[in-house]
Nanobody, 120 residues
Framework: VQLQASGGGLVQAGDSLRLSCAASGRTFNNYAMAWFRQAPGKEREFVATISQSGSSVYHSDSVKGRFIISRDNAKSTVYLRMNFLKVEDTAVYYC??????????????WGQGTLVTVSS
């Protein structure tokens, strides 16, 4: 499956942003989807994951209450709504398709990443 992430940009602290990840090539709803992020000089970090049907979602403690993962299987798209952005949310955000869980090794397919920069 091919994944194309979009929606990143430069925002100010406290702003909101919505990332999208469009999938093509295989049946989208066969896969759990996730968002990870990687800040400069840091390891890739789990952000959120959502099950194939969308009935189960998990968010990391660092974004819980601020970010929301969702999916639209009819559009083969997963979203990450990011509210109350902080400077420390600055990173390249990657979407991934695979099986549900926080471990990057669960995911077989990765998008190219979209950069989110949060200024103070």
């Amino acid at each position: 499956v091919q994944l194309q992430a979009s929606g990143g940009g430069l925002v100010q602290a406290g702003d909101s942003l919505r990332l999208s990840c469009a999938a093509s090539g295989r049946t989208f709803n066969n896969y759990a989807m996730a968002w990870f992020r990687q800040a400069p000089g840091k390891e890739r970090e789990f952000v959120a994951t959502i099950s194939q049907s969308g009935s189960s979602v998990y968010h990391s403690d660092s974004v819980k209450g601020r970010f929301i993962i969702s999916r639209d299987n009819a559009k083969s798209t997963v979203y990450l709504r990011m509210n109350f952005l902080k400077v420390e949310d600055t990173a390249v955000y990657y979407c991934a398709a695979g099986r549900l869980g926080p471990n990057p090794e669960y995911y077989d397919y990765w998008g190219q990443g979209t950069l989110v920069t949060v200024s103070s």
